[in-house]
């Protein structure tokens, strides 16, 4: 698993990259909208505040990427149509070290924080085209915690 794929020209397609950050906008690119960290969100209790704010995100994504390709630079790391974000860890042990990232301890909070932040990056759906690809992360550490028989993060 890696997160480039290589162009297959025979088929028209470019080479894409699939690491991109956008937990609160669109990280590692000057001159961007820089949103309070997820935990910080979820502290509004306002899912529906949460999927503007993607909403927005996803604009200025897109808007950075096809700048980029205007200028004649290729989809790389931290600059792609494709984003690991939300983190849908339930954040339940401080040893984990990335709360921050979380929506916190709540499932149900989690829950609603993460769709909306999905909806807003993704679009409508029934556009033609989806804004942005959403990739919830840190799976691993949900079903570590429900017994899924992953290890624990101290054993990795």
């Known amino acids: 698993m890696f997160d480039q794929s290589p162009a297959i020209p025979r088929l028209g397609i470019n080479k894409f990259n699939w690491w991109s950050e956008a937990l609160h906008g669109l990280a590692n690119n000057d001159n961007v909208t820089v949103f309070p960290e997820p935990v910080g969100m979820a502290a509004s209790f306002d899912d529906s505040l949460v999927f503007k704010i993607f909403n927005a995100t996803s604009d200025e994504v897109r808007a950075k990427y096809h700048d980029a390709l205007r200028n004649g630079k290729e989809n790389r790391r931290f600059l792609s149509l494709s984003v690991w974000t939300p ?11 990335r709360g921050q990232e979380t929506y916190g301890e709540d499932p149900f909070l989690t829950s609603r924080m993460g769709v909306a932040v999905v909806k807003g990056l993704q679009g409508p759906p029934d556009a033609k085209y989806r804004k942005l690809l959403a990739c919830a992360k840190h799976l691993c550490g949900i079903l570590a915690r429900s017994g899924a028989g992953i290890p624990e993060p101290e054993s990795y």
């Open 87 to 97: 983190n849908i860890n339930i954040f339940r042990d401080p040893r984990w070290g």
